[in-house]
């Protein structure tokens, strides 16, 4: 592992044809931040030999052609545009609101999760829909957004044992995070609610209804249940 000059950043190789750049090992807005600075600076700034990049949470993985490029001039690129003083066009942030109906057989985990942190379901209706979050990063499925700005005191592990089905629309949280299940699809996340809002789409652009960097706010619907 190489620590950078300015220890903001580390890099690591991954195999022969990769170079990991972390910002932080925690999931923070400033690291995220960071990421897509990056990925922002390295799309002006294109360079031979790299075939794609690919950003997460809160660190970013370069693949390049050992063949045309080494290890050490992917990481002197890198931090050149980290250091780049260029502009960067402002991205018009999109934010979506998600309805969802929280409870009941829409949110089987509901209760489970209030009793959990000693919360009511209605208190954990409210928290999680008091955030404005941030994606994150796009993975596991088609369309499926990973979710930054979860209150702390939802944090609540996974099922000990994956469900065989979760109905697509499904809101759950896992650890620090929360996030919809785009497709009907096994999973091990704690399910609150469900909405009817379509998230992917593979029959017209843009295939994702989100993409990173857009805020999402989810909003009860009347019929949500606390049961």
Known sequence: MVEN????????????????VTFDDALT??????VRTL?????VAPLAGVIEWIPAFASLVVLFDPLQIQWNEVENWINDCLDSPTSLAHRRVNRVEILVHYGGEDGPDLAFVAGFHGLTPA??????????YQ?????????FAYLLGLDPALATPRLDT?????????????GQQTGVYPLASP????LIGRTDQGLFDPRREPYFRLAPGDEVRFVPAKRSRLG
């Open 162 to 174: 994956p469900r065989t089905h979760i109905p697509a629309g499904s809101v759950g949280i896992a």
């Open 187 to 190: 999973g091990g996340w704690q």
């Open 29 to 34: 807005h400033e690291a995220h931040g960071r």
């Open 39 to 43: 990925d922002e600076r390295l799309k």
């Open 123 to 132: 208190q954990v209706i409210e928290k999680h829909a008091e955030p404005i």
């Open 5 to 20: 000059k300015n220890a903001m950043q580390r890099f690591s190789p991954v195999g022969e044809n990769a170079l990991l």
């Open 135 to 143: 994606v994150g990063m796009m993975g596991f499925m088609p369309g």
